[in-house]
């Protein structure tokens, strides 16, 4: 990927959710919620505090993560459907 995010922005590609219910029931894609599970693809260098001093970000490339259902911008870069937010907006590490 040649894309680099800036501050303290995250780019993310969202992870594929269960196409089945526990009880074997097939979920048609009209029906699915968008997934809120994710992993960092690339992260930016951080952001600036008052005094100038860069604040390195929690989270790195290949972390899986979840974030809010509405949080981020959905973007296409090199055909791949992508979330660019800040680190603010996610609520985790999934370990």
């Known amino acids: 990927m040649?894309?680099?995010?800036?501050h303290?922005?995250?780019v993310v590609k969202r992870l594929d959710s269960e196409e089945k219910t526990k009880g074997g029931i097939i979920?048609?894609?009209?029906?699915?919620?968008k997934p809120q599970e994710g992993?960092?693809?690339a992260v930016g260098p951080g952001a600036r505090d008052e005094n100038g001093k860069l604040q390195p970000l929690d989270v790195k490339k290949g972390d899986r993560i979840l974030f809010g259902?509405?949080?981020g911008t959905e973007v296409k870069i090199d055909g791949q459907d992508l979330l660019i937010m800040k680190e603010s907006?996610?609520?985790g590490v999934i370990a």
Request: cysteine-free.
């Open 2 to 6: 040649k894309f680099r995010p800036l």
């Open 39 to 41: 992993e960092v693809v």
């Open 27 to 33: 979920i048609p894609d009209s029906a699915k919620e």
């Open 89 to 91: 907006d996610i609520m």
């Open 69 to 71: 259902k509405w949080s």
């Open 8 to 10: 303290d922005r995250v």
